[in-house]
């Protein structure tokens, strides 16, 4: 009665270990696990650093969120953005065409650690010498900022 106790718990503690392993397979791993020179994830790297940490899900786009991320693009974007052309920042009207979505919302939200920690955050700051600033703009508006972005390319 005792072996097969003990080769029962010696089972259990052997699926346990294999059951809590890291799961090299999974989407969480590859953005977790593999970080580049700069300390970044791959993920990080193409769609920045923030709060967006998974690929969006976007679907048709939505003119009315797109009317509203207009108005808060002229609000608070334009003192720095042009549409068509370098001002203080870059053009916006080809965001998309040079970022992911992911990034956009990463560094309209997070521009602060953007600029401190990725290499293509650093290389605008670099090129147009003004960093981005903070609007403190909520999730909800950045989305409908880049709603706005999407519009712009149709």
């Not at 718990?9 to 059951?19: E, K, P, R, T, Y």
């Not at 593999?34 to 193409?46: I, M, P, Y």
């Not at 602060?112 to 909800?140: C, F, G, V, W």
């Amino acid at each position: 009665m005792t072996k097969k106790l003990f080769g029962t718990v010696v089972i259990a503690a052997f699926i346990l270990v294999i059951g809590c392993g890291q799961n090299t397979d999974s989407p969480e791993a590859d953005k977790t696990s593999t970080k580049t020179e700069n300390g970044l994830s791959a993920f990080e790297v193409e769609n920045g650093i923030g709060p967006v940490d998974a690929k969006l899900q976007l679907g048709a786009l939505d003119k009315t969120l797109a009317a509203s991320g207009e108005k808060i693009f002229v609000e608070k974007c334009s003192a720095c953005h042009k549409l068509d052309e370098r001002y203080v920042g870059p053009a916006q009207r080809d965001i998309l065409q040079r970022r992911t979505p992911e990034y956009v919302i990463n560094m309209i939200l997070n521009p602060d650690e953007m600029l401190k920690r990725h290499p293509e955050a650093k290389k605008m700051l670099a090129e147009y010498l003004t960093p981005m600033t903070n609007q403190n703009i909520s999730m909800d508006d950045a989305r409908a900022l880049l709603e706005y972005f999407r519009s712009l390319n149709k």
